[in-house]
T-cell receptor
Framework: SQQGEEDPQALSIQEGENATMNCSYK?????LQWYRQNSGRGLVHLIL?????REKHSGRLRVTLDTSKKSSSLLITASRAADTASYFC???????????FGAGTRLFVKA | DGGITQSPKYLFRKEGQNVTLSCEQN?????MYWYRQDPGQGLRLIYY???????QKGDIAEGYSVSREKKESFPLTVTSAQKNPTAFYLC????????????FGPGTRLTVL
């Protein structure tokens, strides 16, 4: 069964708006990662947050992690048309070997 | 350029045929992975390798086989035993089995005719 589940499944916003995607998971994790995938391409790693961290920033990305609620969120600020892609959360269990991917959120940013 | 490559980009296969997908990396990574992605879904792990000459089954290994004779290469064979092989296949690598950032290749889209 999938560990991470993203919400919403799809999101459509105007350029300049913020986009928020959520991820929930079921069991204890070592870390949680977010990846981006453009249509028909491979995934690109965006950010990794460890289980003892609560928030992390990278450029226009902000990731939060709440281990008590087993959830994470990815915020993209001031979105651009080029941010249009699918975004996946991925969780690594203790020992960090097996990474389990969710089904993703499809983000569409209208110019 | 350092990176991970997959070939071919598109592959067509007749039913009953085996086909091998190539994955090469020049990142000096120890760990390599194969995933399958179906439309609108996440990635499912087929096989992974922590080190040369070693590999383990993932969640959906039936009908697939791999080898890891060289650090740089991790080819995947889709055999005729795989009942529904049409999918997008992604190869990835990471520095080692405990370092979770994975670097992905561009993928191979396999279609069974």
């Amino acid at each position: 069964s999938q560990q991470g589940e993203e919400d919403p499944q799809a999101l459509s916003i105007q350029e300049g708006e913020n986009a928020t995607m959520n991820c929930s998971y079921k069991t204890s994790i070592n870390n949680l990662q977010w990846y981006r995938q453009n249509s028909g391409r491979g995934l690109v790693h965006l950010i990794l947050i460890r289980s003892n961290e609560r928030e992390k920033h990278s450029g226009r990305l902000r990731v939060t992690l709440d281990t008590s609620k087993k959830s994470s969120s990815l915020l993209i600020t001031a979105s651009r048309a080029a941010d249009t892609a699918s975004y996946f959360c991925a969780t690594a269990n203790t020992g960090g070997f097996k990474t389990i991917f969710g089904a993703g959120t499809r983000l569409f940013v209208k110019a | 350029d350092g990176g991970i490559t997959q070939s071919p980009k598109y592959l067509f296969r007749k039913e009953g045929q085996n086909v091998t997908l190539s994955c090469e990396q020049n990142l000096n990574h120890d760990a390599m992975y194969w995933y399958r992605q179906d439309p609108g879904q996440g990635l499912r792990l087929i096989y992974y390798s922590q080190i040369v000459n070693d590999f383990q089954k993932g969640d959906i290994a039936e009908g697939y086989s791999v080898s890891r004779e060289k650090k740089e290469s991790f080819p995947l064979t889709v055999t005729s035993a795989q009942k529904n092989p049409t999918a997008f296949y992604l190869c990835a690598s990471s520095r080692d089995h405990s370092y979770n950032e994975q670097f992905f290749g561009p993928g191979t889209r396999l279609t069974v005719l």
